[in-house]
């Protein structure tokens, strides 16, 4: 009965592959991030897809692409995978009572951590 | 440009004790300010959210409070325990919708 559940947990892969971390909520929640996590422990928002639709995009490699087949889920994949974007990255979800804005408590999974070879 | 400030960086007490974390921001001008908890391996927990219109917020031994005209966040934990020792982060929404996070603070509750 987790709210929020990542897959894998850990992820270890050479330079240049593809990779997809998978992220789900049963939270009925209409909102989902994903935040990555560098060395300095600050969090920093990467997507936010309100109902499927994409509303925030910072500024991140266009090797990184988010897919949300449902409001339940939205997954995360990068291409080309490079040292640096070795890190942990948190996928949360909000209730959001107004589209697109992150006025609620977010709720967050586990995160996953990508080690970069 | 909203920055989050979380001082100190760690923190050890014993025991039993009361303590307090601070969190500051540079731009008043926010929506919320959430605190959280990081366990390692557990992921990210929320502990209280405080609206910009609310002073404090509490749950059971914790007790947030937010002073926008200065710009602080404190997080007051009573009686600490073991179990409370964790990285906690605060973070606030600021007036582009973005949540801008601190580096946390590193708790360590001593036996």
């Known amino acids: 009965d987790t709210a929020v559940s990542q897959t894998p947990k850990y992820l270890v892969t050479q330079m240049g592959n593809d990779k997809s971390i998978k992220c789900e909520q049963n939270l009925g929640h209409d909102t989902m991030y994903w935040y990555k996590q560098d060395s300095k422990k600050f969090l920093k928002i990467m997507f936010s897809y309100n109902n499927k639709e994409l509303i925030i995009n910072e500024t991140v490699p266009n090797r990184f692409s988010p897919k949300s087949p449902d409001k339940a889920h939205l997954n995360l994949h990068i291409n080309s995978l490079e040292l640096g974007d070795s890190a942990v990255y948190f996928c949360?979800?909000?209730?959001?009572?107004?589209?697109?804005?992150?006025?609620?408590?977010?709720?967050f999974g586990p995160g996953t951590r990508l080690t970069v070879l | 440009k909203q920055e989050v400030t979380q001082i100190p960086a760690a923190l050890s007490v014993p025991e039993g004790e009361n303590l307090v974390l601070n969190c500051s921001f540079t731009d008043s001008a926010i929506y919320n300010l959430q605190w959280f908890r990081q366990d390692p391996g557990k992921g990210l927990t929320s502990l209280l959210l405080i609206q910009s219109s609310q002073r404090e917020q509490t749950s059971g031994r914790l007790n947030a409070s937010l002073d926008k005209s200065s710009g602080r966040s404190t997080l007051y934990i009573a009686a600490s325990q073991p179990g409370d020792s964790a990285t906690y982060l605060c973070a606030a929404l600021d007036s582009n919708y973005q949540l801008i996070w601190g580096a946390g603070t590193k708790l360590i509750i001593k036996p």
């Open positions: 949360a979800s909000s209730q959001d009572k107004q589209r697109g804005w992150l006025a609620d408590t977010q709720y």
